[in-house]
């Protein structure tokens, strides 16, 4: 039986679309509230729910030996919408899950507008929820509307915290020399729905490789307004010209590196590599792997070229730059996710200092199970900390230094140590065993529950 009580949801990401389907899978009804294309962001294209704005990758899909791996098991083991359209509409990617970006958020909003208990209202709530919505989960991710972020700040008496995403360019398959680019994935690694030759490599030799790098610490960047001037960038999602920045070397051991590759020309390794993935079901798109960056157009497009394998290179979309906003979460937010300053207020998502598509669907999950519980009355349960969900709930409610607070993916490091002396790769398998079985016994009272 649906409960008299509803919740509203401020956001139609995938935090926002996440925690809806788990309250209406729960029989609570939900407003999920949208404000796209009644006002646009800088980033966002379509007025989808669930837009993938800057990759098509939810990275590892190994859930034995990497933490994002596990957290997409938890997920589907928890019923997540998120992942179950991701399944759907996987694209070969290696060992990593990547997903047709349009089929997934159309099945995500076609799923949600087809439930009973949801609603979807297209405006922007600029400001605070009104306190009689009583019950409300904040997921308007890294693009916060400027209202709301200026509301929040007042009520919690913080300034805001920031950081810029970088967009990586997209390249249109038919334009990419196959004569000199060629098909491998790293030592031929075989993922979800791949082949083990899933990504598009283009080489570069020493020569070539030093030009790049030259010409790119030289191009044009675009200008930085004022008060942006001192936003840090998130350290996982670099523009490719800071990385460079570090020392010549820095893009050979970080997106160009060519380890597990070797040119069918030559039979040897190349000295740099520039990989592109799969961006579409049609294959006709492709992304320049973690080719983020804020060069001018004009530049990209020059300099890009110049990469083996792309002097032809025709780009669907070229990189660009958005500005994130996060809370300061360990200070201002209670253990299931609720702002402390106005507890009716629960949040999900990237605005928590998550980061990553996975990890803020995977808070959403969390914050509409917890505002389900409080509707029933119950005291809601947290996953423990040895799982996946439960280590990064806990680094963002507490387990990270408030003083130094920063977006963090989830990695075995939020983990607890396990017993014994096991390491690499033995050790990182033996805590995905462990999160597993402590997840399912933390999942077992809401199914017997649901039965």
Request: proline share 6%.
């Amino acid at each position: 039986m649906a409960s008299s009580r509803k919740v509203h949801i401020v956001g139609g990401g995938l935090a926002g679309s996440e925690a809806a389907w788990q309250l209406a899978q729960a029989n609570v009804p939900v407003t999920l509230h949208e404000m796209r294309p009644v006002r646009a962001t800088e980033a966002h294209i379509t007025d989808s729910l669930a837009e993938l704005v800057c990759s098509n990758s939810f990275r590892s899909d190994d859930a034995q030996n990497n933490a994002v791996g596990l957290l997409h098991e938890e997920m589907r083991r928890a019923g997540s919408l998120i992942m179950r359209a991701a399944d759907m509409h996987k694209l070969p990617a290696g060992g990593a899950l990547a997903v047709d970006r349009h089929g997934f958020s159309a099945a995500v909003q076609e799923a949600l507008l087809a439930h009973p208990l949801v609603t979807l209202e297209r405006a922007e709530v600029a400001g605070l929820p009104p306190a009689e919505w009583e019950s409300t989960i904040i997921a308007t991710g890294p693009l916060t509307s400027p209202a709301l972020a200026e509301a929040l700040a007042k009520l919690t008496g913080e300034e805001s915290l920031a950081f810029f995403d970088a967009i990586a360019p997209i390249v249109h398959h038919d334009s990419i020399d196959q004569s000199i680019a060629w098909k491998q994935s790293r030592y031929d690694k075989a993922g979800p729905g791949g082949s083990g030759a899933d990504y598009i490599n283009c080489p570069l030799d020493k020569e070539q490789y030093e030009a790049f790098v030259a010409g790119l610490l030289a191009g044009e960047k675009t200008e930085f307004k004022q008060w942006e001037s001192s936003t840090p960038y998130f350290q996982g999602c670099q523009p490719i010209e800071v990385i460079a920045s570090t020392g010549p070397q820095s893009l050979r051991f970080g997106p160009m590196k060519p380890v597990g590759l070797r040119d069918p020309r030559t039979g040897r390794r190349p000295w740099a590599v520039v990989q592109l993935r799969q961006d579409n079901a049609l294959g006709t798109l492709w992304n320049i792997v973690g080719f983020q960056t804020k060069l001018k157009h004009g530049e990209q497009v020059r300099l890009f070229r110049t990469i083996p394998g792309l002097q032809n290179a025709e780009f669907a979309r070229l990189g660009g730059l958005h500005r994130n906003t996060f809370l300061n979460s360990p200070r201002l937010l209670d253990g299931t996710l609720r702002l402390k300053a106005r507890p009716d207020l629960r949040f999900a998502g990237q605005i928590t200092g998550c980061e990553g598509y996975v990890e803020s669907a995977a808070v959403g999950l969390l914050a509409g199970r917890f505002a389900a519980a409080e509707l029933r009355g119950e005291t809601p349960s947290v996953p423990p900390g040895t799982t996946a969900m439960g280590a990064l709930l806990n680094h963002i409610t507490g387990g990270a230094d408030a003083s130094t607070f920063q977006p963090m993916n989830v990695n075995f490091g939020l983990f607890p140590p396990i017993e014994g002396t096991l390491r690499g790769k033995e050790r990182k398998q033996a805590l995905a065993a462990r999160a597993l079985r402590d997840f399912d016994r933390w999942l077992a009272p809401a199914k017997l529950a649901a039965e």
